[in-house]
């Protein structure tokens, strides 16, 4: 009897584990896998919408106070998350995350490539946690100065 | 045979050592290191920042040097900010605590580097070093401010 209840307890337990395991293993997101999923949903957007402060999916993914930075400064050459002009040429690119610095203050530094055939660029993501959600805080360009 | 054996195996061996050039090859981190170390020194020894000090081009790359000279000659800077140390004053407490930590690749030819400046005593890195390395030299491309985004102004 005594056993027939520990088989019990020990299958409950393997179920709860099955059922909650994958539920935690998305909650632990990386600041890389953060920075990849935001960069392939904005190298969509990018070509499908002409003003991506539109888009109401991009304050789930970019700090408030960049929004609101980059709206005050209004339009420019270069198309700020991609530090790129108008082409075509990120269309259909591969989005190549590797490695991150931690930094002081939960700030984290994301080199991020954009790969297809004949063509490859990077940007430098600095990527911000604010209440357990990462933001993106910042893009730089990797040219000099 | 067994002699051409072991000549055979000493070969191989010789020809997996490490290049005595890449042996001797200064690595990413120290090269910031030394950088700061020099840069720290001189601002605290003529208490001015040494960016028009003619040895700051072996360290920082040509054009990133000139505009940030440049920057100066015209009083501009995003933040009041020294670009290379990203504070307004120069501390002793920064030459004896600053501190360099693990770099990462960003492709072939450029790396970034963390480096703490020791306002507090453990390592807390807030300024990413930009390096690049072209034909067998590093030289500093850009200093990032990790906190604060990008306000440089523009040149042109």
Known sequence: ?145 | MKKFLLVCIFLVMTLLQPCPQSAHAQDVESFVHDFYKWYLKQSLATDDRPIFDEAIFKYVCRCTAKRVQFDYNRGVSADEADYYQKGQEILKESLEKFMVGKSIAVNESLSLVPVSMGYQKEYAPDIVVYVEKTKGRMCISKVEFSPGPNLRAPVY
């Open chain 1, 1 to 145: 009897m005594r056993i027939r209840q520990i088989v019990i307890c020990v299958l409950t337990g393997l179920l709860c584990l099955g059922i909650l395991c994958p539920k935690a293993a998305d909650a632990a997101q990386t600041p890389q896998e953060f920075v990849k999923e935001f960069y392939e949903w904005y190298l969509i957007k990018h070509y499908e919408r002409d003003d991506i402060f539109e888009e109401e999916k991009l304050p789930e993914y970019v700090d408030e106070s960049l929004i609101a930075y980059l709206k005050r400064r209004g339009p420019s050459d270069i198309y700020y998350f991609i530090q790129f002009g108008s082409t075509m040429a990120f269309k259909d690119c591969r989005v190549v995350v590797k490695d991150v610095l931690n930094m002081t203050d939960d700030v984290f530094v994301v080199p991020v490539m954009f790969k297809k055939e004949n063509f490859e660029s990077a940007v430098i993501a600095y990527v911000k946690k604010v209440d357990a959600r990462f933001k993106i805080a910042s893009v730089s360009d990797v040219y000099p100065y």
